[in-house]
């Protein structure tokens, strides 16, 4: 099952650049709704295919709007290194209990109360279509933030 998006070599950066961040923000979208739905996820897999597993609920917002809609955004940030990903996909849920017993751990114990075998456990298989990555030095940030200071204030701001 090959992604027709995304090459070996954009899995593999892709799978480098998510590797040590493990939660992030899911957008879905709904039909009606002016912003999306974003909660957090733990990312459970980014497969060799370019597919990315996680966990959902069939009682959450996210669920429910992936039935009308697949479009899907992840989030992931890493504050420290000043580090953004955005990746754009295809979302499609499935109750594959092979999937389900493979990512369900402690964490997801008092979301699915009754284990591997809840009714309300889902997959999100993801394909991934399109990502962004920004890497910002602490210099551009600074130099972002005083010009926003000097148009907030009116004035010369330093902050450093």
Same mark, same amino acid.
Request: glycine residues 6%.
């Given at each position: 099952?090959?992604?027709?998006?995304?090459?070996?070599?954009?899995?593999?950066?892709?799978?480098?650049?998510?590797?040590?961040?493990?939660?992030?923000?899911?957008?879905?979208?709904?039909?009606?709704?002016?912003?999306?739905?974003?909660?957090?996820?733990?990312?459970?897999?980014? +497969?060799? +295919?370019?597919?990315?597993?996680?966990?959902?609920?069939?009682?959450?917002?996210?669920?429910?709007?992936?039935?009308?809609? +697949?479009?899907?955004?992840?989030?992931?940030?890493?504050?420290?290194?000043?580090?953004?990903?955005?990746?754009?996909?295809?979302?499609?849920? =499935?109750?594959?209990?092979?999937?389900?017993?493979?990512?369900?751990?402690?964490?997801?114990?008092?979301?699915?109360?009754?284990?591997?075998?809840?009714?309300?456990?889902?997959?999100?298989?993801?394909?991934?279509?399109?990502?962004?990555?920004?890497? =910002? +030095?602490?210099?551009?940030?600074?130099?972002?933030?005083?010009?926003?200071?000097?148009?907030?204030?009116?004035?010369?701001?330093?902050?450093?």
């Amino acid at each position: 099952m090959k992604n027709k998006y995304i090459n070996k070599s954009e899995v593999d950066k892709l799978k480098m650049m998510v590797a040590d961040i493990d939660v992030g923000m899911m957008c879905t979208f709904s039909g009606n709704e002016q912003f999306p739905n974003v909660v957090s996820l733990k990312r459970q897999e980014l +497969d060799d +295919d370019g597919v990315i597993w996680h966990l959902i609920s069939s009682e959450s917002i996210s669920f429910k709007n992936l039935q009308t809609n +697949d479009n899907v955004t992840l989030i992931y940030t890493k504050p420290g290194d000043l580090q953004f990903i955005r990746i754009v996909g295809n979302g499609m849920v =499935s109750d594959s209990k092979i999937r389900i017993k493979k990512y369900r751990n402690h964490i997801d114990t008092k979301l699915f109360e009754k284990g591997a075998d809840d009714p309300k456990i889902r997959v999100l298989k993801l394909k991934v279509t399109a990502t962004q990555y920004w890497k =910002s +030095d602490s210099g551009s940030l600074i130099t972002i933030l005083k010009v926003l200071g000097r148009a907030i204030s009116g004035r010369d701001t330093d902050f450093i």
